[in-house]
């Protein structure tokens, strides 16, 4: 975390405290020790999960709380075995009852890359008026191709009534190797948060990498972007990270 901070790296999810007393101590203890940086702590929407995820933070100087739940149709039957009508519902209250810890309240909804437009775009605006500030659209199974991922954020911002009142964010994950292009096009489009790991860390195939992103702005300058990352920290940030989790990275990888 501390390497994160020094690189530049601005918002940290640090752990999912209610997953266990290992990433609970984690994230207290990251809070302890980073200054400059948010720390998000991610919970479900659930009210027992967003009080850990809130007593997590306590010595956060910049806390937020990153709550969500599924929204494909896919995630409403099987899942959540319920209706769009409560989804929303249960969006609404975990976004409240989280502001009644911290300020900063960012959303996901997941699977939103495979959730039909309208209906995630009537989430994204009822948990606006709830509260959050951030809203988080991940393609949760790597699914979308990068114009129907840039499409999805472009009719975010037309179609959600104070959509830029709050920041719309990226979370991407690699299933197919798109995961990179799905967030450039992502920001193209109106987001401005990419959610990213070191080395492309994350479950099944990685997620988004933060130095291919980072890069891509740096050598595309033509495309506006700006990112206060400071690219010589990523090689010994890059082995750090492959020493600690046993990752090694591949010695063709992009970057």
Known sequence: ARKLEKMGVDIIEAGFPISSPGDFNSVEKICKSIYKPIICSLSRAVKKDIEVAASALKYAKNPRIHT???TSKYHIKYKFNST???IIEVA???VKYAKKFVEDVEFYAE??????NNFLAQICEAVIKAGATVLNIPDTTGY?????YAEKIKFLKENVNSIDKVTISTHCHDDM???TANSIAGIINGAKQIECTINGIG???GNTSLEEVVMIMKQHKKLNFYTKINTKLLYKTSKLVSE????????????
């Open 144 to 148: 979308c191709l990068p114009e129907e």
């Open 244 to 255: 600690c989790t046993g990752m090694f990275v591949q010695s063709n990888k992009a970057i």
């Open 177 to 179: 190797g798109l995961s």
């Open 111 to 116: 699977d939103a890359g495979r959730t039909e």
């Open 84 to 86: 769009p009508k409560k």
């Open 68 to 70: 969500g739940i599924g």
């Open 92 to 94: 609404i209250e975990a």
């Open 203 to 205: 479950e099944r195939a």
